[in-house]
């Protein structure tokens, strides 16, 4: 049977620096991987595909995915967008077209409510049970980027730090509960035909990318300084 909605979520690594970078280059860079995929399909139990234990993809990961793409199932995510979506094209070669994406963070910009997953679970009184996982915040630190360059141990894995690993995982299945339930729980007045056509726009424009000259960029920037520096 194939399902109405697909919750998806991934945990990811890179050398570099999402917030300088911005998520086109971030997800275009050689270092940056997928580690956790978690996943559910509508009200079912929510699974997860640990990709740095060196298994292949769940069958049913990609028989849902390949039905999103075919437009069957509509793929609701937080911020995925603008990020999930960016990196299943870079580092699994998966395209995900964005006719067939609801975006939790969209919707929720659409009816002027705040854009993260755990302000919206505040803001929609989802139990704490399932409001995010505080700590967690600090696990995607420590899994999530590289370590200080004085550190011995270059990057916190599942083979040096198997315990914190395991919390890990069972935060990133939390995210999906989350998400599922401020899902059901958005209004859907700001979800119109129109709102959606500029999106899918706006997406094909960020995908393009436009033309800069470079040179021109670099020259005044030192113009710039040098101005200050007469001033």
């Known amino acids: 049977m194939i399902a109405d909605f697909m919750f998806i979520d991934t945990e990811t690594y890179?050398?570099?620096?999402?917030?300088?970078c911005g998520a086109y280059a971030y997800a275009e860079h050689r270092s940056t991987e997928i580690m956790i995929c978690t996943y559910a399909f509508d009200d079912g139990p929510v699974r997860e595909?640990?990709?740095?234990?060196?298994?292949?993809?769940?069958?049913?990961?990609?028989?849902?995915?390949?039905?999103?793409?075919?437009?069957?199932?509509?793929l609701v995510g937080q911020n995925f967008l603008l990020f999930d979506r960016l990196l299943m094209r870079h580092r699994w070669g998966i395209e995900i077209p964005v006719k067939n994406i609801i975006d939790t963070m969209i919707c929720a910009y659409r009816l002027s409510l705040p854009g993260?997953?755990?302000a919206l679970c505040r803001v929609l009184e989802i139990s704490e049970d399932l409001a995010k996982d505080k700590a967690g915040k600090a696990l995607i630190?420590?899994?999530?980027?590289?370590?200080?360059?004085?550190?011995?141990?270059?990057?916190?894995?599942?083979?040096?730090?198997?315990?914190?690993?395991?919390?890990?995982?069972?935060?990133?299945?939390?995210?999906?509960?989350?998400?599922?339930?401020v899902f059901y729980a958005l209004p859907t007045w700001g979800d119109t035909?129109?709102?959606?056509?500029?999106?899918?726009?706006?997406?094909?424009?960020?995908?393009?990318?436009?033309?800069?000259?470079?040179?021109?960029?670099?020259?005044a920037v030192a113009a710039v300084k040098q101005h200050k520096l007469d001033l």
């Open 14 to 20: 890179s050398e570099i620096d999402l917030k300088k």
């Open 49 to 74: 595909w640990d990709a740095t234990d060196g298994s292949d993809m769940p069958r049913e990961l990609r028989r849902g995915l390949r039905n999103v793409i075919k437009g069957k199932t509509k």
């Open 116 to 118: 993260s997953l755990d």
């Open 141 to 181: 630190q420590r899994f999530c980027k590289p370590t200080p360059k004085n550190y011995k141990i270059r990057r916190y894995t599942r083979e040096t730090h198997p315990e914190e690993w395991r919390r890990f995982l069972k935060y990133a299945r939390s995210d999906i509960s989350s998400m599922r339930e």
């Open 193 to 219: 035909e129109k709102e959606n056509e500029i999106l899918a726009i706006d997406q094909a424009i960020n995908d393009r990318g436009f033309y800069v000259d470079i040179a021109l960029a670099e020259s």
